[in-house]
């Protein structure tokens, strides 16, 4: 990567925040600090940061959707514009999204993209976990309703 693109990217802590070997916050850069953005962006709800309430993509705002045309439509057109607007170092060629019928809980996204500074074309796979993968009960002890007949109706 030569010192001028370096540059364009930047350099930012890593996600998840980790600790590197010599003590310091572990940092990345180059395609790996963009695909850690993106995966940052994807991966926010919008009002989840107090600061920048705008911030993230909606996608969780589909998790209960059809699965149709329709919705995975609009899945894609929710992240084209959560990307076209938080991460300017790409631009944002195609997104698909689709659920796979052997894995009807993870939604598909896939991303294919260009990186501004060397018009390098990538391609991302961002897998959304609308339901979680284990279906683990948790046991809930048997609550027993009683009114207190001592205290005012």
């Not at 990345?28 to 107090?50: C, F, K, Y």
């Not at 919705?71 to 894609?76: F, P």
């Not at 959304?128 to 309703?145: K, Q």
């Amino acid at each position: 990567m030569t010192e001028t693109a370096g540059m364009f990217i930047g350099r930012g802590w890593a996600f998840p925040m980790g600790v590197s070997p010599s003590g310091g916050a572990d940092m990345v850069s180059g395609d790996e600090e963009i695909v850690q953005a993106i995966h940052l962006i994807l991966g926010t709800d919008p009002g989840e940061r107090p600061m920048r309430p705008e911030f993230g993509c909606a996608i969780r705002d589909y998790v209960f959707g059809s699965g149709d045309a329709s919705a995975m439509g609009a899945v894609s057109h929710e992240v084209r514009r959560a990307l076209d607007r938080w991460e300017p170092r790409i631009v944002v060629d195609d997104v698909t999204a689709a659920r796979l019928p052997r894995q009807p809980e993870v939604l598909h996204i896939e991303i294919t993209y260009r990186l501004c500074h060397t018009n390098s074309r990538r391609n991302l796979v961002f897998p959304f976990y609308a339901i979680p993968a284990h279906h683990d009960t948790i046991p809930f002890p048997a609550i027993s309703l009683q009114r207190d007949h001592d205290a005012p109706a």
